[in-house]
Every structure is written in C-alpha cells, then in structure tokens.
C-alpha cells in the first residue's frame, strides 16, 4: 500500500511539472515567432521627469534584433543592433557606430528600466527553468494559473527564481516577479489591455516596475505587430544601422 501511495505521489508531482512546463511554454509561444516586425511607444517614468519614445523593432528569433527611434526628434535615427551576444548603437549626432563593452551590459538602455544586457540575454523560460503550478488565482480580471520556475543547475541565468501568473483560457502572461539568488523581489513586469493583432489575442501595454527605486517605471505599449514578418539574417547588419527607417 505505502508503495502504491508513493508511486501516486510521485506520479501527480510530474504530471503537475510537465502541466506548469507546458503552460509556461504555450504563453512563451504566444508572444514569440520565427521572426516579426513591430512599432511601439515607450515612456520611462521617474520621480522628477518622463519621456516617451517611438519605435519600430525587427527581430529574428531569437539571436537578431534591430530596434529604429522614430521619435523625439533628438533620438530620432538612433539604432540599437543585436548579433546573438553583442549589442551595436547608431548615433545619427554623431555618425559614429559604438559596440557596447561588456562593462556596460548592465547599464540602462536608453535611460529605461531595461539594460544593454535584457537585449541580448539567451535564456529561455521553458528550457532553462523547472516549473511547479503552485495554485490558481484570479489576477486583473483573469483568472490565472501561479507558477514557480526555478533555475536548473547548468542554467547561466541571473534570476533565482521567477513567479508567473498565466491567465487560463488565452494563456496571456498577466504579470511575472523576478527574484534575485538571495530570494529578493528585484522587479515586476506586468502586462494589459488584451487586443487581437496579426490574429493573436495578446496583451498590448506593458510596465517593468524595479522594486529598489521608487517613482520608477518603464512602459511600453505596442501599436502594432506582425508575426513571421519577412526578414533576412543580412537586414541585421552595421552597414543596415545607417540606412534603415
């Protein structure tokens, strides 16, 4: 009997981790395509000012991306190139091109919430994580599940663990906490104002909230986004920095 009772156990324990794994996987899917084009706004909130920037985002998953500012006219024209693991600024001011040293990948992007190094970093949520659904909660109006996704020991990723509440019914990931090693809440990312673009249902305003800096935030909202755009791994060029719009 006590080995019958195991074996349940054991049995539900991986049923509930490949359910969170497949949950977190269909949410992961929904966001993501082989390639994409996309415009959106981003408006970096701090205690004594704010900006709002416009964008337009090439992306080639998941090693290639260039990122064009169309607005404010002082940013207008400037580039940001991801090559797998190094990042590239076009400075129109200065027509100069600058590679981003690796002392600098922590530094903000842009003077948002984001660093030069969330551009660039490979891990991915599904592969690099165990996953366990511990329970279910109705969050924003969605009734959602709660997952935990801890790191796996040969994961290279800087968070100790991650939350994620992933509504059930369209699989929209409403809202992730990230944590540090020493099991600190480092920062929030919240997602918004669900609309269907290029046939998907997904959420269209974003905010990354740091937990260490109050008044601060980072929003983004998406205008438009076209899946499986295409677009060739040469578009993602020096050369290109200097010609696209």
Same mark, same amino acid.
């Given at each position: 009997?006590?080995?019958?009772? /195991? ?12 359910d969170a ?28 000012w704010s900006?709002?920037?416009?964008? *337009?985002i090439?992306a080639?998953? @998941? ?22 693991n190094?990042?590239? $600024?076009?400075l ?8 981003? @040293?690796? /002392? ?11 660093t $030069?190094?969330?551009l =660039?970093?490979?891990? /991915?949520? =599904?592969?690099?994580y $165990? #996953?366990?659904l511990l329970?279910? +909660? *109705? ?5 959602s ?9 040969e ?9 994620a509440?992933?509504?059930?019914? *369209?699989?929209l990931?409403?809202k992730?906490?990230y ?25 269209? #305003? ?6 260490d800096? @109050?008044?601060?935030k980072?929003?983004? +909202?998406y ?10 791994? /040469?578009?993602?060029?020096?050369q290109n920095m200097k010609?696209v719009?």
């Open positions: 009997m006590k080995e019958i009772i /195991s074996f349940l156990i054991i049995f539900i324990s991986f049923s509930f981790a490949q794994k497949e949950i977190v996987k269909k949410a992961d899917e929904l966001m993501r395509s082989k390639s994409s084009y996309s415009e959106m706004t981003m408006t970096i909130v701090k205690p004594d900006r709002t920037m416009s964008m *337009k090439w080639l998953e @998941p090693d290639y991306a260039l990122i064009y500012i169309t607005s404010p006219a002082r940013d207008k024209g400037t580039v940001t190139l991801k090559r797998k190094e990042v590239w $600024n076009w129109p001011s200065a027509q100069k091109v600058i590679k981003i @040293p690796p /002392s600098m990948m922590l530094q903000s992007w842009m003077g948002s919430d984001f $030069n190094d969330d =660039v970093r490979q891990s /991915s949520i =599904v592969e690099d $165990n #996953h366990s329970g279910e +909660e *109705k969050l924003n109006g969605y009734q599940y709660k997952i935990e996704m801890i790191p796996k020991p994961a290279g990723v800087v968070w100790g663990k991650i939350l509440w992933i509504s059930k019914e *369209k699989f990931q409403i992730a906490d944590y540090d090693e020493d099991g600190y809440l480092v920062k929030t990312f919240t997602g918004s104002e669900e609309r269907k673009m290029d046939g998907r249902n997904i959420l269209t #305003h974003w905010e990354m909230t740091p937990v800096k @109050p008044g601060n980072t929003m983004m +909202e205008s438009n986004i076209e899946f499986n755009f295409k677009v060739d791994q /040469s578009f993602f060029s020096e010609r719009r």
